[in-house]
Nanobody, 118 residues
Framework: QVQLVESGGGLVQAGGSLRLSCAASGRTFSSAAMGWFRQAPGKEREYVAAITWGAGTTTYADSVKGRFTIARDTAKNTVYLQMDSLKPEDTAVYYC???????????WGQGTQVTVSS
């Protein structure tokens, strides 16, 4: 079983920054991309960003473009989400995910809480 563990969440003021990490452990698996998602209380889980392992191609949700940056360290099987200019609307539990190609998300982390205060 593949385990994805997020870290780096916390409480920050609006305008601040956080850097989330997602480390993969367990059995080796084939993954074309890693992604970040978030879910606020009472809301559906939403896509945030994704990155391919091969070329490092990135995609972002419109709501975070220009503020968030996704990156990966292939040697460490780790992905990062640098979050800058945080807004209260960014408050959510953030999850990382791994796909099995075609952005078909199969593996999910436990999540890490990000709270942005006004």
């Amino acid at each position: 079983q593949v385990q994805l563990v997020e870290s780096g969440g916390g409480l920050v003021q609006a305008g601040g920054s956080l850097r989330l990490s997602c480390a993969a452990s367990g059995r080796t698996f084939s993954s074309a991309a890693m992604g970040w998602f978030r879910q606020a209380p009472g809301k559906e889980r939403e896509y945030v960003a994704a990155i391919t392992w091969g070329a490092g191609t990135t995609t972002y949700a419109d709501s975070v473009k220009g503020r968030f940056t996704i990156a990966r360290d292939t040697a460490k099987n780790t992905v990062y989400l640098q979050m800058d200019s945080l807004k209260p609307e960014d408050t959510a539990v953030y999850y990382c995910a791994a796909d099995e190609g075609n952005y078909y998300w199969v593996y999910w982390g436990q999540g890490t809480q990000v709270t942005v205060s006004s």
